[in-house]
């Protein structure tokens, strides 16, 4: 079993729509990120946390350190937030552990 | 300007042979990276370096090498490739902030090994 896991491995989506992607792990973290992989390849950091809650435009990424868990969600989802989402978390002893990564299409 | 850079960004060549993948960064940051993302997409950590010094070193075989000159650049040196070698290199490297360290991604080098 993987220390970082994420839900739904797949996701599809119509324009518009509000998406949630889910992320738990099993080991001690100092933080959580968000990263997202584009079609191309090239990877971006989304976000850095290590509690409660962060926003930057569409996007909004939550922790529950208590539950190990992790939202990122998308309000008003558009065809360019296809991608796959990654979720990463730093441990205590400064490793980074990836999740498998959430594809997700959003068709017009 | 890229903050991150990596070369080659194709990488093609035969088994046994010894070929290097070079990273530089422009940011200023102490910490660097080299993970693999093998051909189910997972992401795994190679290497991490601060300030030209080996910090993490993940179990990956003894033909990996890395070699930092200097704090700006992280290189890989793989000796006797092998055709499971053949994978997406990716170079990062972060800047604390928010008490963990934000990483900023290479755009990857392919490597195929044939």
């Known amino acids: 079993k993987n220390e970082v896991e994420q839900s739904p491995q797949n996701l599809t989506a119509q324009e518009g729509e509000f998406i949630t992607i889910n992320c738990s792990y099993s080991?001690?973290?100092?933080?959580l990120h968000w990263l997202q992989q584009h079609p191309g390849g090239g990877i971006v950091s989304l976000f850095m946390l290590s509690s409660g809650k962060k926003k930057h435009g569409r996007l909004i990424a939550t922790i529950n350190i208590q539950e190990k868990h992790s939202s990122l969600h998308i309000t008003a989802s558009h065809p360019r937030d296809s991608a796959v989402y990654i979720c990463?978390?730093?441990?205590?002893?400064?490793?980074?552990?990836f999740g498998p990564g959430t594809r997700l299409s959003v068709l017009p | 300007d890229t903050a991150v850079s990596q070369t080659p960004k194709y990488l093609v060549t035969q088994m046994g042979n010894d070929k290097s993948i070079k990273c530089e960064q422009n940011?200023?940051?102490?910490?660097m990276y080299w993970y693999k993302q093998d051909s189910k997409k997972f992401l795994k950590i190679m290497f991490s370096?601060?300030?030209?010094?080996?910090?993490i070193n993940e179990t990956v075989p003894n033909r990996f090498s890395p070699k930092s000159p200097d704090k700006a650049h992280l290189n890989l040196h793989i000796n006797s490739l092998e055709l499971g070698d053949s994978a997406v290199y990716f170079c990062a490297s972060s800047q604390y902030r928010d008490r963990s360290y934000e990483q900023y991604f290479g755009p990857g080098t392919r490597l195929t090994v044939t």
């Open positions: 370096y601060n300030n030209k010094e080996l910090i």
């Open positions: 990463a978390v730093r441990t205590y002893g400064q490793n980074f552990v």
């Open positions: 080991v001690g973290i100092s933080a």
């Open positions: 940011l200023g940051h102490d910490t």
